[in-house]
């Protein structure tokens, strides 16, 4: 690897959320390093502790997690690996989903809930503020006032440093957008999974970072061969192209790829450097 290739996730470019944290467009997802069904410790603990400092080596500055994930298990683990934090790293968590088994997710945005989840997030990764905390999703038994005034209180009183929505239509981040600002939207997207548009555009419109998550639809035939025909011509992964494609798609886009082995994440860092070309984008379209 030569030397000005060793952190290839600086080749992504940068995006500034809520207008102080710039971070490298190609960041980290930590639900992988759980156990199966996101549920329980990782099979090899030692593996993910590596994959989370590797993660620093390839110039990856943003680590999106949630208090879900294992429960607690991935904020843990990111503490373990990499507490005391480097400066210009910032973590990101979720809350709003409870856990009651292997790939289980009620949802409860309960104010005491989400009380409990955040000063539990802000305990396992032994910080005394969030940098970006996201409301996993909105709760359909509980009040939107409740949810989102627990938020903004909570950011006022310097707990979370911004706020962020996930799996959420423009109307919801224009209601959020009565209590707080809105930095960052994560919804599932990738290149055969294209419902939020909408969202994706109007982020675009308004300077938001929009995090997709789910980057290869393994499910959309003609998006996989459309995918596997472009990683033939670059000589590359599926993985690194769908991710090519998503960082070509929006300057706002903040793909999060999400592993357990050091191998893979290599590999998935790779895609920072593809640029896709005009025959790439005949076969895989952006966005319009």
Excluded at 131 to 142: A, I, N, P
Excluded at 243 to 257: R, T
């Amino acid at each position: 690897m030569q030397a000005t290739d060793q952190q290839p996730a600086t080749q992504a470019g940068t995006i500034t959320i809520g207008g102080d944290l710039t971070v490298n467009r190609l960041a980290y997802g930590a639900m992988r390093i759980t156990g199966d069904g996101i549920w329980g410790p990782p099979k090899d603990h030692d593996e993910c502790i590596r994959v989370l400092k590797r993660t620093l080596d390839l110039g990856i500055n943003f680590i999106d997690t949630a208090d879900s994930y294992g429960p607690y298990v991935s904020e843990e683990l990111i503490a373990e690996a990499l507490y005391p934090y480097p400066d210009g790293l910032a973590i990101a968590t979720k809350g709003g989903l409870l856990r009651t088994g292997p790939n289980q997710w009620p949802v409860d945005s309960s104010r005491k809930h989400l009380e409990e989840a955040l000063n539990g997030s802000l305990k396992r990764l032994k910080i005394n503020q969030i940098d970006l905390y996201q409301l996993h999703r909105f709760d359909s038994k509980v009040s939107s006032e409740e949810t989102l005034g627990f938020l903004k209180e909570a950011q006022q009183q310097g707990k979370i440093r911004h706020i962020g929505l996930s799996e959420v239509s423009i109307e919801q981040i224009e209601e959020a957008k009565q209590y707080f600002d809105v930095v960052s939207v994560q919804n599932m997207y990738n290149f055969g999974e294209q419902r939020w548009n909408d969202v994706l555009k109007y982020c675009e419109q308004n300077n938001i970072a929009f995090i997709p998550w789910f980057p290869l639809n393994a499910g959309n035939v003609t998006a996989e061969k459309a995918i596997k025909k472009v990683a033939q011509r670059h000589n590359a992964t599926d993985y690194q192209i769908a991710l090519a494609w998503l960082l070509a798609a929006s300057p706002v886009m903040l793909p999060i790829a999400g592993t357990s082995s050091v191998k893979h994440l290599e590999e998935n860092v790779q895609a920072a450097t593809i640029k896709l070309t005009d025959e790439d984008l005949q076969d895989m379209p952006l966005p319009e």
